[in-house]
């Protein structure tokens, strides 16, 4: 299956991944014209159920439209009560990374389990956390996915203001887990993205500060010069040509 698309998005980082939450849905395919030739390498879909979150948004007709309209790996949040159910249509629709929420699972043994589950679909999975939920309910479940979300809001809307304590987890995640690919999604901005960064972020989810601009390749050029002016304070390991790791 299409698990070495999850390559793409490592080979991605770091990157800024457009949520797919405030764009113009009369007008999809122009919108993810106008986010590839902006240089975006990785789509975010937020999926909403209005009931693990009480907002509502799109689902499987919507993935499988965009996926028709584009080749780029499809990143897919689900904000939802029971990501199982809809792990296999998500993938037949074209997901690529399905990253489910610990607040919708029992504890940390079923987390893993589901997680073991959607990997053998042949995608990416993924772990997100809220700002309020203890770093604890993760348990183990880290050996078992491919990426980490730190919430930087409370799951469920966009337009929210960041809350920083998504840096201390993201700073400990790093330290922890050097290989992990590590995500924050909520309120990133050119005020708040560096500090992102620093703290040894890979992926970055923008949605106002993308949607909100007239000119997306404007917005995500700055956000991306942001990104590297500031050096990851440590990270996984890169390899320059003479095979050294720095
Ligand atoms: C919020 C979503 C986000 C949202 C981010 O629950 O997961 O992906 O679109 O929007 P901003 O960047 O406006 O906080
Ligand atoms: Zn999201």
């Given amino acids: 299956m299409n698990?070495?698309?999850?390559?793409?998005?490592?080979?991605?980082?770091?990157?800024?991944?457009?949520?797919?939450?405030?764009?113009?849905?009369?007008n999809l395919q122009k919108e993810v014209e106008q986010l590839v030739s902006a240089g975006t390498e990785v789509l975010h879909l937020d999926v909403m159920d209005g009931?693990?979150?009480?907002?509502?948004?799109?689902?499987?007709?919507?993935?499988?439209?965009?996926?028709?309209?584009?080749?780029?790996?499809?990143?897919?949040?689900?904000?939802?009560s029971d990501p199982l159910a809809y792990a296999q249509p998500m993938v037949d629709a074209g997901a690529n990374l399905l990253t489910f929420h610990?607040?919708?699972?029992?504890?940390?043994?079923?987390?893993?389990?589901?997680?073991?589950?959607?990997?053998?679909?042949?995608?990416?999975?993924?772990?997100?956390?809220?700002?309020?939920?203890?770093?604890?309910?993760?348990?183990?479940?880290?050996?078992?996915?491919?990426l980490v979300l730190v919430m930087s809001v409370q799951a469920g809307f966009g337009g929210q203001s960041f809350n920083p304590t998504a840096l201390t987890r993201i700073s400990e995640l790093r330290q922890r887990y050097p290989d992990l690919l590590i995500e924050i999604d909520g309120g990133i901005n050119l005020d708040t993205i560096g500090q992102a960064r620093?703290?040894?972020?890979?992926?970055?989810?923008?949605?106002?500060?993308i949607f909100g601009q007239d000119d997306y390749a404007v917005a995500i050029s700055s956000l991306s010069e942001a990104v590297s002016g500031s050096e990851a304070v440590s990270g996984p390991a890169t390899i320059d040509d003479s095979g050294e790791a720095s």
Avoid at 126 to 132: F, L
């Fill in 3 to 26: 698990r070495a698309v999850l390559d793409s998005i490592r080979n991605a980082a770091p990157g800024i991944l457009p949520s797919l939450l405030q764009c113009d849905f009369g």
């Fill in 51 to 80: 009931h693990f979150v009480p907002n509502l948004t799109y689902g499987m007709p919507i993935v499988e439209g965009l996926r028709r309209h584009t080749d780029l790996p499809l990143d897919v949040h689900l904000m939802i």
């Fill in 102 to 146: 610990i607040e919708a699972v029992q504890n940390a043994d079923d987390a893993a389990d589901i997680a073991r589950k959607i990997r053998r679909m042949g995608v990416g999975v993924g772990v997100a956390i809220n700002p309020e939920t203890s770093m604890e309910t993760l348990g183990d479940c880290l050996d078992d996915v491919d």
């Fill in 198 to 209: 620093r703290a040894g972020c890979d992926l970055f989810v923008v949605g106002s500060a």
